[in-house]
């Protein structure tokens, strides 16, 4: 596609219950990243992925939180028994490799809400 | 957590006026980057200056690094209502083994009065 797609873009979800987010990135980027922005804040890295491996996931809060990307294009964040202070703007960025310097192309992000 | 922090938290000036943000961050860098969201969106990248430059122009802006003090700036000159946004500086700093993380600033909130 000609930018980065994340699906879905709102979603709210109960207490405890579990959640994915889905993010395509352009085609041809190696390196995929995840970021959650909490309301009035910077973006907080989650994981990043070089091709089909997580290379760094030093992001992730805890257990709760994990990332696939089997086939090195989509990605999917997955939430378990997910928390109040889970909601936040799950950004998604890709990039032509991570290899040196380089900007990231963002997609509009899923605004996940935890009731 | 967050490597930079801008300053000011909030900016508020006049269309035609020069807009000026500053970023500082803590640990040495490979290259530092502006990035701007409008509310609601994604972020939007607007210029890279490597740790080896000093200053770097794209049309209405100007980014100065300062690797001494760790900080930089960005300036937005003869601003326009369609700036109105928030402004975000990234560090790229090489992370052990061969993983890269582009850490954010916590942003300024631009608002440009037509």
């Known amino acids: 596609g000609a930018g980065v797609s994340q699906t879905p873009s709102n979603k709210v979800t109960e207490k405890g219950k579990y959640v994915e987010l889905r993010c395509d990135p352009i085609?041809?980027?190696?390196?995929l990243y995840w970021y959650r922005q909490s309301l009035g804040q910077g973006p907080e890295f989650l994981i990043y992925f070089q091709g089909t491996g997580a290379a760094d996931d030093s992001g992730l809060p805890n257990d709760r939180f994990f990332a696939v990307r089997p086939e090195g294009s989509v990605s999917t964040l997955k939430i378990q028994r997910t928390e109040r202070g889970d909601s936040a703007v799950y950004l998604c960025?890709?990039?032509?490799?991570?290899?040196?310097?380089?900007?990231?192309?963002f997609g509009e992000g899923s605004r996940l809400t935890v009731l | 957590s967050q490597q930079g922090e801008e300053d000011p938290q909030a900016l508020s000036i006049q269309e035609g006026e020069n807009a000026t943000m500053n970023c500082s961050y803590k640990t040495s860098i490979n290259n530092l980057q502006w990035y701007r969201q409008n509310s609601g969106r994604g972020l939007v990248h607007l210029i890279l200056i490597r740790s080896n430059e000093r200053e770097k122009h794209s049309g209405r802006l100007r980014v100065t690094l300062d690797t001494s003090k760790k900080s930089s700036s960005l300036l937005i000159t003869a601003s326009r209502a369609a700036d109105t946004a928030s402004y975000f500086c990234a560090t790229d700093a090489l992370t052990s083994g061969s993983a890269r993380q582009l850490t954010f600033g916590s942003g300024t909130q631009l608002t440009v009065l037509p």
């Open positions: 960025a890709s990039s032509f490799t991570s290899l040196g310097a380089g900007e990231l192309f």
């Open positions: 085609s041809g980027h190696t390196a």
